[in-house]
T-cell receptor, first 118, second 113 residues
Framework: AQTVTQSQPEMSVQEAETVTLSCTYD???????LFWYKQPPSRQMILVIR??????QNATENRFSVNFQKAAKSFSLKISDSQLGDAAMYFC???????????????FGQGTILTVHP | DTGVSQDPRHKITKRGQNVTFRCDPI?????LYWYRQTLGQGPEFLTY????????KSRLLSDRFSAERPKGSFSTLEIQRTEQGDSAMYLC???????????FGSGTRLTVV
């Protein structure tokens, strides 16, 4: 079974600065997807960024980028130029790319609460 | 596309009562997922539908839980004889095959008193 671990329960950052959220995962599979989701206090989970394991290039979406280290099974999220609206709970998630009964199911980490200070 | 809708947003029930939640996915999404999220934790997978077929159920889904997706459209999650441990946020998500991500609903918060 796959597991996802986020070792930072809480992080804080000053507005306009950069913060990195950590995520490690454990899997025996070689083909999978990794995600970062944001869950603001309004509760709806929003996709931040997605990475395919077969791609060596790190995904980037505007101010959000990842550092994907497949051998180390590490998938960190970097938020540049942090904004007050970035404050939320962030979840790292894993999804198998193998077709079968587990196909499509997300396995989430425990989450990291990000606070942005003005 | 109005997103994934969940109803109700909040539900308070007495222990032992039955409750039912509804999820309306995005219309063209054929896959629908239910997750449970307790306070301060990540969501945990409960069950998955592809169209009307329930293809996977987690061991978290005890015999008191049942989910349906008639006609492959909306889905319902019923909890019978609720227990205090059932108190959680119940999230629904949908997607379409190799879509880039999943669209989540805002969840139903269940409180069992």
């Amino acid at each position: 079974a796959q597991t996802v671990t986020q070792s930072q329960p809480e992080m804080s950052v000053q507005e306009a600065e950069t913060v990195t959220l950590s995520c490690t995962y454990d899997t025996s599979e070689s083909d999978y997807y990794l995600f970062w989701y944001k869950q603001p206090p309004s509760r709806q989970m929003i996709l931040v960024i997605r990475q395919e394991a077969y791609k060596q290039q790190n995904a980037t979406e505007n101010r959000f980028s990842v550092n994907f280290q497949k051998a180390a099974k590490s998938f960190s999220l970097k938020i540049s130029d942090s904004q007050l609206g970035d404050a939320a709970m962030y979840f790292c998630a894993y999804r198998s790319a193998r077709y079968g009964t587990s196909y499509g199911k997300l396995t989430f980490g425990q989450g990291t609460i990000l606070t942005v200070h003005p | 596309d109005t997103g994934v809708s969940q109803d109700p947003r909040h539900k308070i029930t007495k222990r032992g009562q039955n409750v039912t939640f509804r999820c309306d996915p995005i219309s063209e999404h054929n896959r629908l997922y239910w997750y449970r999220q307790t306070l301060g934790q990540g969501p945990e997978f409960l069950t998955y539908f592809q169209n009307e077929a329930q293809l996977e159920k987690s061991r978290l889904l005890s015999d008191r839980f049942s989910a349906e997706r008639p006609k492959g459209s909306f889905s319902t999650l019923e909890i019978q004889r609720t227990e205090q441990g059932d108190s959680a946020m119940y999230l629904c998500a949908s997607n379409f095959r190799e879509g880039k991500g999943y669209t989540f609903g805002s969840g139903t918060r269940l409180t069992v008193v």
